[in-house]
């Protein structure tokens, strides 16, 4: 069973620092893109950064860039996601999702998401 734990949301001040964590069950975790979604209340999932299996490779969205780093550690199994300068606009559900891609198929697996609220 290929399980997802998302930690480390929180209530954060406008400017402040946040460090999402997503663990994961399986050994198999090397093999997976990770990627963080967001989704804000009354609003549609938003994908926020992406990282490749060997974390070679780094993707984020453009309202995200400059403020958000992903990182893997593929021996602690665990992805984190380091959010600097938060706005209120970032409060939201944080979710990692596991992607691999093989040739007998597509496997896929979310976590139940960490709740961060930006706000004064």
């Known amino acids: 069973q290929f399980q997802l734990v998302e930690s480390g949301g929180g209530l954060v001040q406008p400017g402040g620092s946040l460090r999402l964590s997503c663990a994961a069950s399986s050994n198999a975790f090397s093999m997976y893109d990770i990627s963080w979604y967001r989704q804000a209340p009354g609003k549609g999932r938003e994908l926020v950064a992406l990282?490749?299996?060997?974390?070679?490779?780094?993707n984020y969205s453009d309202s995200m860039k400059g403020r958000f780093t992903i990182s893997r550690d593929n021996a602690k199994k665990t992805v984190f996601l380091q959010m600097n300068n938060l706005k209120p606009e970032d409060t939201a559900v944080y979710s990692c999702?596991?992607?691999?891609?093989?040739?007998?198929?597509?496997?896929?697996?979310w976590g139940q998401g960490t709740q961060v609220t930006v706000s004064s």
């Open positions: 999702k596991a992607l691999r891609r093989t040739q007998i198929g597509k496997f896929e697996y």
């Open positions: 990282i490749t299996s060997t974390g070679d490779t780094t």
